[in-house]
């Protein structure tokens, strides 16, 4: 059984890890860092990550996510970490989201 990464998985995190050396600066961290809630929920990070339409990658496609799939999610994750940041609070807040806005087309549905 083969364990490693397929080339296409290597190239992702190739790929993300390219954007974090280039956007996640040392400076970009200390800023976060002295902010009122840290590097997770940093504004300057989540909109590094917005810009580069990173902030819903569990989403599929079809309604505004990147539609990765488990292991590049985790890869995306894993490289995050290494940087000591996340944009998980973006997830928090648009899985709220999402949950509300299917849950008023259901009782729309339901109502009629």
């Known amino acids: 059984m083969e364990f490693s990464f397929t080339p296409q998985q290597a190239a992702f995190r190739e790929e ?3 954007f974090l050396r280039k956007e996640m ?33 569990h989403w599929p496609k079809e309604l505004g996510g990147q539609g990765w799939s488990p292991i590049e999610q985790t890869i995306f994750f894993e490289e995050c970490g290494y940087f000591g940041i996340t944009p998980g609070g973006l997830h928090n807040v648009a899985d709220s989201i999402r949950w509300a806005v ?4 259901r009782l729309k549905c339901c109502l009629k």
């Open 102 to 105: 299917f849950t008023v087309a």
């Open 16 to 18: 993300i890890r390219d």
């Open 25 to 57: 600066t040392p400076e970009v961290i200390a800023r976060a860092k002295r902010g009122y809630v840290g590097p997770y929920y940093s504004d300057e990070i989540r909109r590094k990550f917005i810009e580069k339409g990173w902030s819903v990658v």
